[in-house]
């Protein structure tokens, strides 16, 4: 099976623009979740997706948000982006079912500059 | 709340020395335990993880972890240390299988010196 693929693998941004990452899961997984990872905050939960519902969400402001398709592929978004937003964007997927294993696979990131 | 705590942000090591990185856990629910590993300009790639089913895990590239509720560690070790094993590890735990929210630990560099 593929791994986890996310696009694009980097992205320059200015302060004040919006930015659109995308997730691609493993084939059969239908829970996505996004992490930020930054040197001085570490990896951070942003918000999980499963069946096109947002299912947990981490402590973020509402300029972050996400989505879900029916083919369980996810987009995230970043509005009136701040230099703080600079980071590596990281994508998982798992099964997600109640019956499913609960690891989860991670894709390589989106390394997101904002200047 | 859940909380994961890793002990030493770097950790040296000489090439065939055993690899002792240490993780405290931090849960009101027997938790799900996870050990992944990044290596530069990438993503995380799973080591192993511990689900209750055995408190010994194996994983691979020679990892092996014991969950140890008495002391809410879980740390990660390796006999003999490779080259390759130098990178960031991270420990992480969640409530239940369900939720995709891993709360990460802070990381731990290793070092492998020839």
């Known amino acids: 099976k593929a791994g986890v693929t996310q696009t694009p693998r980097y992205l320059i941004k200015t302060r004040g623009q919006q930015v659109t990452l995308s997730c691609s899961p493993i084939?059969?997984?239908?829970?996505v979740s996004w992490y930020q990872q930054t040197p001085g905050q570490g990896l951070q939960f942003l918000f999980e997706y499963f069946s096109e519902t947002q299912r947990n969400k981490g402590n973020f402001p509402g300029r972050f948000s996400g989505r879900q398709f029916s083919n369980s592929r996810s987009e995230m978004n970043v509005s009136t982006l701040e230099l703080g937003d600079s980071a590596l964007y990281l994508c998982?997927?798992?099964?997600?079912?109640?019956?499913?294993?609960?690891?989860?696979?991670f894709g390589p990131g989106t390394r997101l500059t904002v200047t | 709340a859940q909380s994961v705590t890793q002990l030493g942000s770097h950790v040296s090591v000489s090439e065939g020395a055993l690899v002792l990185l240490r993780c405290n856990y931090s849960s009101s629910v027997p938790p799900y335990l996870f050990w992944y590993v990044q290596y530069p300009n990438q993503g995380l790639q799973l080591l192993l993880k511990y689900t209750s089913a055995a408190t010994l895990v194996k994983g691979i590239n020679g990892f092996e972890a014991e969950f140890k509720k008495s002391e809410t560690s879980f740390h990660l070790t390796k006999p003999s240390a490779h080259m390759s094993d130098a990178a960031e590890y991270f420990c992480?735990?969640?409530?239940?299988?369900?939720?995709?929210?891993?709360?990460f630990g802070q990381g731990t560099t290793l070092q492998v010196k020839p």
């Open positions: 998982a997927s798992k099964e997600g079912g109640s019956s499913g294993s609960n690891e989860q696979y």
């Open positions: 084939s059969g997984h239908r829970s």
């Open positions: 992480a735990v969640t409530r239940s299988g369900n939720t995709g929210k891993l709360i």
